[in-house]
């Protein structure tokens, strides 16, 4: 009991330290400020590609229909409703936006004429662009998709039309058409651990998935910051007093009193920003992603020596992060690579189970390594 009291007592004093330092008040900022940032990107009308929408003619009830399914669903796409084609042109020849897309007069006789045969090399929908890429490229599956319910339709009713007859009113041929829709999504989103499905997945903002990623490289800088903190102390003499087989665990104290509140204040923005799980899961996920970052980092600060070396590694450690783990996207190519960074298995287990058991053996080896180092196990060996 006395041991955890002044276990405590040394935590308590070791917390009132960052809290001089003006880094540490930057860390508590940014993390509001990062969840605040993409909640706002979610809400509001920015997007990864802006493209116009613009009607020939705005009275035109399929071409109104179209272009208020594409402003209605929630994408990474923002669209802006422009009256007139030319100033739709010109905004796009400016740079001011990606695309247009500009909607003809009477857009089912277009599409009739377009599923009836026959070379028409004219197209239906006039794309302009002022360069041609993958994003804009996936756009345009979008305007596909948008428009395909009624392309299937003019397929239909032309098959109908040259097969039974020319006579078949429009109101029979709408109504047995209406008879086959499919209502209900044709995937359902979930995870590979079944147990951990969550049902309100999809109907999450996609803008706001990286928030995890980022807050989770903001832990890992956390920590890393702190093996530097320690490191400057130990330059200045203030660990002398201290054996040096114990400075590991003081090295542990250093990252755990500058990481605590910074991971609930990271769990706290994920709950904002309506990406959190279950708490408890989330709790235990946090704790053990922490301790992967302070072996990682103790490793380090024994592989570089000083605090110098480890601040200039510091920034190659978090661009790795972000390239080679899923923060944004995955690149399961080098996954070799991604094994040996902590976020890689924060990042994937917060969602499925399979990845504890590389949990526990990713901290045994960490912790392993850094025990038989104090020892000087390596050494003797040799």
Same mark, same amino acid.
């Given at each position: 009991?006395?041991?955890?009291?002044?276990?405590? @007592?040394?935590?308590?004093?070791?917390?009132?330290?960052?809290?001089?330092?003006?880094?540490?008040?930057?860390?508590?900022?940014?993390?509001? @400020?990062?969840?605040?940032?993409?909640?706002?990107?979610?809400?509001?009308?920015?997007?990864? @590609?802006?493209?116009?929408?613009?009607?020939?003619?705005?009275?035109?009830?399929?071409?109104?229909?179209?272009? $208020?399914?594409?402003?209605?669903?929630?994408?990474?796409?923002?669209?802006?409703?422009?009256?007139?084609?030319?100033?739709?042109?010109?905004?796009?020849?400016?740079?001011?936006? $990606?695309?247009?897309?500009?909607?003809?007069? $009477?857009?089912?006789?277009?599409?009739?004429?377009?599923?009836?045969?026959?070379?028409?090399?004219?197209?239906?929908?006039?794309?302009? %662009?002022?360069?041609?890429?993958?994003?804009?490229?996936?756009?345009?599956?979008?305007?596909?998709?948008?428009?395909?319910?009624?392309?299937?339709?003019? @397929?239909?009713?032309?098959?109908?039309?040259?097969?039974?007859?020319?006579?078949?009113?429009?109101?029979?041929?709408?109504?047995?058409?209406?008879?086959?829709?499919?209502?209900?999504?044709?995937?359902?989103?979930?995870?590979?651990?079944?147990?951990?499905?969550?049902? %309100?997945?999809?109907?999450?903002?996609?803008?706001?998935?990286?928030?995890?990623?980022?807050?989770?490289?903001?832990?890992?800088?956390?920590?890393?910051?702190?093996?530097?903190?320690? &490191?400057?102390?130990?330059?200045?003499?203030?660990?002398?007093?201290?054996?040096?087989?114990?400075?590991?665990?003081? &090295?542990?104290?250093?990252?755990?009193?500058?990481?605590?509140?910074?991971?609930?204040?990271?769990?706290?923005?994920?709950?904002?920003?309506?990406?959190?799980?279950?708490?408890?899961?989330?709790?235990?996920?946090?704790?053990?992603?922490?301790?992967?970052?302070?072996?990682?980092?103790?490793?380090?600060?024994?592989?570089?020596?000083?605090?110098?070396?480890?601040?200039?590694?510091?920034?190659?450690?978090?661009?790795?992060?972000?390239?080679?783990?899923?923060?944004?996207?995955?690149?399961? %190519?080098?996954?070799?690579?991604?094994?040996?960074?902590?976020?890689?298995?924060? &990042?994937?287990?917060?969602?499925?189970?399979?990845?504890?058991?590389?949990?526990?053996?990713?901290?045994?080896?960490?912790?392993?390594?850094?025990?038989?180092?104090?020892?000087?196990?390596?050494?003797?060996?040799?």
């Amino acid at each position: 009991m006395k041991k955890v009291r002044r276990l405590l @007592l040394f935590y308590f004093i070791y917390s009132k330290r960052p809290l001089k330092k003006v880094s540490f008040w930057l860390f508590m900022c940014a993390v509001p @400020l990062l969840a605040l940032g993409m909640r706002n990107l979610s809400a509001g009308d920015s997007g990864m @590609l802006h493209i116009l929408l613009c009607m020939e003619d705005p009275q035109d009830d399929l071409a109104g229909q179209v272009v $208020d399914r594409l402003l209605s669903k929630q994408s990474v796409i923002h669209y802006t409703l422009i009256q007139q084609p030319e100033e739709a042109c010109a905004i796009v020849s400016a740079g001011k936006a $990606d695309a247009a897309w500009i909607f003809p007069k $009477d857009l089912q006789e277009q599409l009739d004429r377009f599923v009836s045969g026959g070379h028409w090399e004219e197209g239906v929908v006039r794309v302009v %662009e002022r360069e041609d890429n993958v994003a804009l490229r996936l756009a345009r599956e979008k305007l596909f998709g948008a428009l395909y319910p009624h392309v299937s339709y003019s @397929l239909y009713r032309d098959f109908i039309l040259k097969d039974v007859g020319p006579e078949t009113e429009e109101e029979k041929l709408l109504s047995c058409y209406e008879e086959m829709a499919v209502e209900g999504n044709l995937f359902r989103l979930g995870y590979e651990d079944r147990e951990n499905e969550d049902p %309100e997945t999809g109907r999450r903002n996609f803008l706001v998935a990286p928030l995890r990623g980022m807050l989770s490289l903001l832990v890992l800088l956390c920590v890393l910051t702190a093996t530097m903190y320690f &490191l400057q102390d130990q330059e200045k003499g203030a660990l002398d007093a201290i054996p040096l087989h114990r400075r590991t665990a003081y &090295l542990y104290l250093y990252q755990i009193t500058v990481t605590g509140a910074i991971a609930v204040a990271a769990l706290s923005a994920l709950r904002f920003s309506g990406v959190l799980t279950k708490w408890g899961r989330e709790a235990v996920w946090m704790a053990v992603y922490i301790a992967m970052c302070m072996g990682f980092c103790s490793i380090l600060r024994r592989l570089l020596g000083n605090f110098r070396r480890l601040a200039a590694v510091a920034p190659v450690i978090l661009l790795a992060s972000l390239v080679l783990c899923p923060v944004i996207f995955t690149m399961g %190519e080098l996954n070799i690579f991604q094994y040996l960074l902590p976020p890689f298995y924060y &990042l994937n287990g917060i969602y499925n189970d399979r990845y504890f058991c590389g949990v526990v053996l990713y901290c045994l080896a960490v912790f392993g390594i850094d025990y038989a180092w104090d020892r000087n196990i390596f050494l003797s060996c040799s």
